[in-house]
């Protein structure tokens, strides 16, 4: 299968898997990699609880930031404040990629199933001083860190991928 990516909307030229899900996860405050992975056969039981555990006191909120309750609070305050830390950590849960899959996901990329879907999933408005807007095709993975429906599906690659052609399309906006 086939996905589209627009470089302006997903962040030009961030490849880079553990990279991009510790600034998703860390930086963002965003969940749903952890949501899916935690569901998915990708990972051992270990890395889901601790992924249970991060996305539990990240979406109640239950920071401390003058003391910690749990060794697990003081991780992720130093998870979201470095990016080296972070980094190491997703290098880890993709080790346990590796082990339950036997694919050494290093690359991945937010891909959409067509170039609409990318428009539809990021707020097109903001974009509105292009011109064009253009859409680079990619070949899909086996290995999903995380579906968002419409929104785009995170895919994992052993290898940097690259794009089998480009579609345009003026800004009608």
């Avoid at 979406?59 to 979201?80: A, Q, S």
Wanted: glycine letters at 6%; charged letters at 30%; aromatic letters at 12%.
């Amino acid at each position: 299968m086939t996905g589209y990516r627009c470089e302006e909307f997903f962040g030009e030229g961030r490849r880079d898997a553990a990279s991009v899900m510790a600034y998703e996860t860390f930086v963002l405050e965003n969940t749903d990699i952890l949501d899916y992975l935690i569901k998915s056969d990708l990972i051992g039981e270990t890395m889901k609880e601790l992924l249970f555990v991060y996305k539990t006191l990240m979406k109640e909120g239950m920071l401390i930031h003058t003391g910690f309750d749990t060794d697990y609070e003081e991780m992720l305050y130093r998870y979201r404040n470095n990016e080296k830390d972070r980094v190491e950590f997703f290098e880890e849960v993709l080790d346990d990629i590796r082990k339950a899959t036997g694919v050494n996901v290093r690359f991945c990329l937010w891909l959409c199933d067509s170039p609409q879907e990318c428009l539809d999933s990021h707020n097109a408005d903001q974009a509105k001083h292009l011109k064009e807007f253009e859409f680079d095709m990619y070949d899909t993975s086996d290995i999903v860190l995380a579906d968002l429906g419409k929104k785009g599906k995170l895919c994992g690659y052993e290898k940097l991928p690259e794009a089998s052609c480009s579609v345009q399309m003026e800004n009608n906006l």
